[in-house]
């Protein structure tokens, strides 16, 4: 497959170890009435993504390479909730509470499903995540082991939230880790670029940033062909 056009040097991109992993794409933090808008934030930057995102999944599904979807929810007893996570800010709606899309960041719930135009696909991974990072109480180390998968591509939301914290987690772990600059956001502009610039930073301490346009041409299945 080859290298991959990305910050601070081009990506060491092995087709047989690649995956995308698509973090937390929910309606709870992209639409009105979910846990995001419950926070204070202004949820539509969200929205603006999903065009990327779709093509990047779309790519990654065109080349024949794992596509995997993160969900940050609990079960319905809240056994997997602890009270710092619950009671932590002044949200008007708390974690469990019936919000208009159904009980918040509950498992099962219509406000918890990924974003209908990104839903995953018969045969792809979907991981229920109770922390912010997707390796915490989860069967992900477990399914990527499996797979053989070394390397991850990352999108979703929210940048230094989630996204940054399953990037660190992974990093640790020993995964090559990209993030994919359009298809992640953040409600505060300021610190998706902050942290766009603390992964890649010190020769991509936590890891690379690059462009969709120049993941999907370096994971083309013309290129993969070729290489
Ligand atoms: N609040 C916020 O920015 N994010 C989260 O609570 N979860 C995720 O990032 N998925």
Known sequence: ????????????????????????????????????ASLGN?????????????????????????????????RPD????????????NPSLRIGDEGPMG?????GERGTEILSELAPIDGEVVIEKPGKGAFYATELGDVLKAKGIRQLVFAGVTTEVCVQTTMREANDRGYECLLAEEATE???PEFKEAAMAMIRAQGAIVGWTAHVDDILEGISPKRIGHA
Do not use: N, W
């Open 186 to 188: 953040s409600y505060f």
């Open 78 to 89: 809240l056994s997997d909730l602890p009270p710092a996570k619950r009671d932590r800010g």
């Open 103 to 107: 009980r918040i960041l509950i498992s």
């Open 1 to 36: 497959m080859g290298d991959i056009k990305a910050e601070p040097f081009a990506f060491p991109a092995i087709s047989e170890a690649l995956a995308l992993i698509v973090i937390d794409m929910q309606r709870d933090f992209a639409e009105p009435g979910g846990f995001g």
């Open 42 to 74: 202004d949820v539509s930057r969200i929205m603006k993504i999903v065009p990327d995102v779709k093509r990047l999944i779309e790519g990654f599904r065109a080349a024949g390479l794992p596509v995997i979807h993160t969900m940050e929810c609990h």
